[in-house]
């Protein structure tokens, strides 16, 4: 052990590696292990993973401790596959039991989980349903139901469900698979009034009645805008947001301000956290008992308890709490609070409960920001250090530092999101770090800890002063955003990027926690904007088929036409996305010309026939243009033309087809690739 120590303080010297180095590696490794088990997963079985697991262990106990210790990183990239695999095998397990006839109208009793408002759409229920195998299943309602409707309700409606909708371009967002990470195995929709039957009592039910008496008191305190925005702050209850508000925070950059997630929960516990340290060292008498440090550790994690209870115990604020718990189980051990090892701790646990987390934008997001904002601290608490001023400074100068360091964390949080938020929402708001370099700080110093101070009087009845300052704050930054969104080419949309660029992303994270250098920072960084340019430059389809064969969309020089689309509607949106074209850019109408054996759908570059019978199969097929028609049919089509099976279309999603610039060749691309390909 002591010649690894001296070979790794050589290599610290050497390169100027971070101290935990190492120990990021591991971390690293364990996500990667996660990703080949998500890219393995159905083609390997646990048993084969597991005792391959072993016979590595195995050999390198056998060689030497020095092996082991060596080969650490290899066995948590094992164990993130197996994790992955067996965590995947499990639930794949439990929806195959359930037993559901898709597209049937169905009586259904269960107990909702969530209320989630739509304003003039309707409500969308999250339900419990099925004895004695439960199943989640998600329901849109535009039928009648009681207005007084939460959590913990016993319900019976009528019903039409349905899988879930996979991607619906290559490299897409799978809406299927992010709702069985959520826990829910089917969507549909509602058929009659939904009526309530009973109330099951359970702690759920009274968690949300309190959300709800809490939302309740914020609306009835404040105004009409202000007062749904700090519902959704504090409550997480979103529903009561006006659309035109909503719209405003996302085209400023600003959405990830109502999704209660790590921003909200650290600056929740920082508040509580610095507030009862202050508080309890100017208590003498307590101070010879306690250190105020460890208390007030103590008390801002039974805050951020009460925050995550009261938010709705989503995911994504589960992950953040487990973070802000280590980082406070830091403090009572009298540890550095913020490190890479502590971040390298929690994402380690919460990839452990919830594997899936990985692929998710939020846990990248947050994971990425962190580790931005602690290099950044190590960095300048050296310079700090250095400082040898020896004049005291004033707490206007010390109020200042605190707000210049504010703007410093909302520029380096954006620079280290943005290429994951590129990635994963096709979208650029190109005033959005000025956007955030305004509310940000106005969250930070003024709306939380006026918040928590809110929660705080709220049983006394005596949070109108503090919950009208709130009410102005948060109208400001409704202000704020509008006259953001309301910018010319305040947006840009961008077309999608492909996996690999998730990868490149997840190399240049790894490489700047091991070399924590400025000139490393500006190698990455342009390392993923290159990658961006070159993906840019990659061919893309030009054409996309629809899963069911009857929807056709070309996009070519800046041109947008379709056929059998409705516009605005998920595929239309979704597709805009892929090619990133601007919501409000209108679509042309692609020419289609029927008959009574088929249709031919002239997309400018190549034809896309749809043949009924087997003669026009047969022309279609020897004037080579791209087939649409049943499998069976295909042994029937002669000559070098693009065959799509209308079945294969219905089982891997819609199919993306372009010309290659060198051979002009046409090329296909699935959505869902079929496993032999």
């Given at each position: 052990m002591h010649r690894i120590a001296e070979r790794h303080e050589k290599l610290l010297s050497l390169v100027k590696l971070h101290r935990d180095w190492f120990f990021t590696v591991g971390v690293f490794s364990f996500m990667a292990g996660i990703v080949f088990g998500y890219v393995v997963h159905g083609l390997i079985s646990v048993a084969v993973l597991f005792w391959f697991s072993l016979s590595v262990a195995a050999m390198a106990l056998y060689s030497s401790k020095t092996v082991f210790y060596q080969l650490r990183p290899v066995f948590l990239c094992l164990t993130g596959i197996c994790l992955y695999v067996v965590h995947a095998d499990f639930r794949d397990e439990s929806i195959s039991h359930l037993d559901i006839r898709e597209g049937f109208q169905k009586n259904l009793t269960g107990v909702v989980d969530e209320v989630d408002h739509r304003g003039g759409a309707g409500i969308r229920l999250k339900v419990t349903i099925g004895e004695p195998t439960p199943m989640t299943v998600l329901v849109l309602v535009r039928t009648g139901y009681p207005k007084d409707l939460i959590a913990g309700d016993v319900v019976v409606?009528?019903?039409?469900?349905?899988?879930?909708?996979?991607?619906?371009y290559p490299d897409g967002f799978d809406y299927r698979q992010f709702l069985q990470f959520e826990g829910v195995h089917y969507t549909g929709f509602a058929t009659s009034d939904i009526i309530r039957i009973g109330v099951k009592e359970s702690f759920k039910h009274s968690v949300e009645a309190l959300r709800q008496s809490i939302a309740n008191s914020f609306l009835g305190q404040m105004s009409e805008q202000g007062g749904p925005l700090a519902a959704a702050l504090f409550v997480g209850k979103r529903d009561y947001i006006l659309p035109e508000d909503r719209d405003h925070i996302r085209k400023a950059g600003l959405a990830h301000i109502l999704a209660i997630s790590g921003l909200?929960?650290?600056?929740?516990?920082g508040v509580l956290f610095l507030v009862a340290e202050i508080v309890l060292a100017r208590i003498t008498i307590l101070t010879h008992h306690i250190l105020p440090r460890k208390a007030a550790a103590i008390l801002a994690w039974s805050g951020g308890l009460f925050y995550l209870i009261i938010s709705g115990m989503s995911i994504s604020t589960i992950r953040a709490f487990i973070m802000v718990s280590i980082v406070l189980f830091a403090v009572l051990v009298d540890r550095q609070a913020l490190t890479i090892r502590n971040i390298g701790i929690a994402a380690f646990v919460i990839l452990v409960i919830w594997p899936e987390a990985l692929f998710s934008a939020g846990f990248q997001m947050s994971f990425a920001a962190t580790i931005g904002l602690v290099l950044f601290f190590e960095q300048f608490t050296r310079q700090t250090k250095r400082d040898t001023e020896p004049q005291r400074k004033g707490r206007l100068h010390k109020l200042g530092k605190v707000f210049v360091l504010s703007l410093i964390t909302t520029a380096v949080s954006q620079v280290a999101i943005g290429p994951i938020a590129l990635y994963h929402f096709q979208e650029v708001a190109t005033f959005g770090a000025a956007a955030n370099l305004f509310v940000v700080p106005m969250m930070t110093m003024i709306v939380m800890p006026l918040g928590v101070l809110c929660l705080v009087l709220m049983p006394f009845g005596l949070m109108a002063p503090a919950a009208?300052?709130?009410?102005?704050?948060l109208l400001s930054i409704l202000t704020i955003a509008q006259d953001f969104a309301q910018l010319d080419t305040f947006a840009v949309t961008v077309q999608s990027l492909p996996a690999w660029y998730g990868i490149v992303t997840y190399l240049g994270f790894l490489l700047i926690c091991t070399v924590?250098?400025?000139v490393t920072a500006f190698f990455v960084l342009a390392l993923w904007y290159a990658g961006i340019l070159v993906a840019f430059e990659t061919p893309k389809p030009i054409v996309m088929i629809g899963k069911t064969g009857h929807q056709v969309a070309v996009y070519r020089e800046g041109e947008y036409k379709t056929y059998g689309l409705r516009s605005s509607g998920f595929v239309d949106d979704n597709w805009r996305q892929y090619w990133g074209i601007a919501p409000d850019q209108e679509a042309g109408r692609l020419v289609r010309q029927c008959g009574e054996r088929g249709c031919i759908v002239d997309t400018g570059d190549f034809s896309v026939a749809f043949p009924e019978d087997i003669d026009f199969l047969r022309q279609a097929c020897q004037a080579e243009l791209v087939v649409?028609?049943?499998?069976?049919?295909?042994r029937y089509c002669q000559g070098s033309t693009l065959y799509v099976a209308i079945e294969n279309l219905m089982t891997h999603g819609p199919l993306g087809v372009g010309i290659?610039?060198?051979s002009k060749d046409l090329f296909q691309v699935w959505s869902s690739p079929p496993a032999e390909k």
């Open positions: 409606f009528d019903g039409v469900l349905q899988m879930p909708q996979g991607p619906v909200h929960m650290g600056l929740v516990t009208y300052v709130l009410d102005v704050v924590p250098r400025l649409v028609a049943p499998a069976q049919w295909q290659d610039e060198k």
